[in-house]
C-alpha cells in the first residue's frame, strides 16, 4: 500500500511514467534518465538562468547533472572538441569545461574518437541502474 501511495506522489510531481520501476521511493533506474527530472534534482546547482554553478560533490548527483549537460547536445550531430567545450561553457558557471567532457565520455553519455576529434552524444544514454543505483 506505501508503495502505490509513493508511485502516486511521483506520477503528480513528475507525470505518469508507465514504463518506469519504482524502487522504494527511487524512480527511473531502468529507463533512461530524464532530463526534467535531472533538472529538478540539481535545481539547487543551478543559477538563475539554468547554468551549473557547482558541480555536485555526491557521485548520484553528478549524474543528474551530465545528464542534465548531455540534454544541451544534438542527436545524430558530430561535435569538434572545441564545440563540446564551447556549449559546456554555455551551461556551467565554474570553468571546469575538460572535466565535465571527460565525464560526459567516461560515463557514456557522449562518444568520442579515440583521437578526440569527433564527439556525438550517445544514441542510448545511461540509466541510474547502469551505475548500480536501484
Not at 546547482?45 to 557521485?59: R, S
Request: include cysteine; hydrophobic fraction near 30%; proline fraction near 3%.
Amino acid at each position: 500500500m506505501k508503495l502505490k501511495k509513493l508511485k502516486k506522489q511521483l506520477d503528480e510531481c513528475y507525470g505518469a511514467r508507465p514504463d518506469v520501476e519504482y524502487y522504494d521511493g527511487d524512480m527511473y533506474t531502468e529507463v533512461e534518465m530524464d532530463v526534467s527530472v535531472c533538472e529538478k534534482e540539481i535545481r539547487g546547482f543551478l543559477d538563475k538562468e539554468q547554468k551549473l554553478h557547482t558541480y555536485p560533490a555526491k557521485f548520484k548527483r553528478q549524474l543528474f547533472a551530465l545528464c542534465y549537460l548531455a540534454s544541451k547536445f544534438e542527436q545524430g550531430k558530430l561535435y569538434t572538441e572545441s564545440e563540446v567545450n564551447d556549449t559546456l561553457n554555455e551551461w556551467h558557471t565554474f570553468g571546469d569545461w575538460a572535466s565535465l567532457r571527460r565525464d560526459l565520455c567516461d560515463r557514456h553519455f557522449l562518444g568520442r574518437e579515440p583521437d578526440g576529434s569527433r564527439y556525438w552524444l550517445e544514441e542510448k544514454q545511461p540509466t541510474l541502474a547502469s551505475f548500480g543505483f536501484e
